[in-house]
């Protein structure tokens, strides 16, 4: 196989995500760079809302086994069982304001904690693992 030298400037936030990506999976950047250009970029997750993006941005940096920790994470019943009362006593009209408040935080973190897991799970497609749906 022939093999071509190409020289190419690229924005520094694709080229820190390709850096991270071969730390976490301990392999040469350039193996990295040439996996991105068969398959793609890393998957993005600029299109999500900025509050959660510092979040997902992080998980570039992580190792496999990391990821796959996410992607298998589960919340407890305790925390669904008060996530749907919550969720109930809003459609009632009964929540008091420290409850809309609560709710409103139990909200965003089950945004997050569901964007963390998907954009792992992409992670691990994307670096060539078999990911099965839920």
């Not at 900025?50 to 190792?63: G, R, S, T, Y």
């Not at 304001?97 to 992409?122: G, H, P, S, T, Y």
Request: net charge negative.
């Amino acid at each position: 196989m022939a093999v071509e030298t190409v020289t190419l400037q690229i924005p520094e936030i694709l080229y820190q995500r390709l850096v991270n990506t071969a730390r976490a999976t301990q392999q040469p950047l350039e193996k990295v760079i040439l996996h991105a250009l068969q398959v793609g970029s890393p998957p993005e997750w600029d299109d999500v809302p900025e509050e959660f993006q510092a979040d997902l941005a992080a998980l570039d940096k992580q190792d496999d086994n990391t990821l796959w920790q996410i992607v298998r994470s589960r919340k407890t019943a305790t925390d669904m069982e008060r996530y749907n009362i919550l969720l109930e006593g809003n459609s009632n009209g009964t929540l008091t304001e420290v409850e809309r408040l609560e709710l409103i935080a139990l909200r965003r973190d089950a945004d997050c904690f569901m964007l963390r897991k998907a954009q792992a799970a992409v992670l691990l497609h994307w670096r060539g693992h078999r990911v099965p749906t839920p």
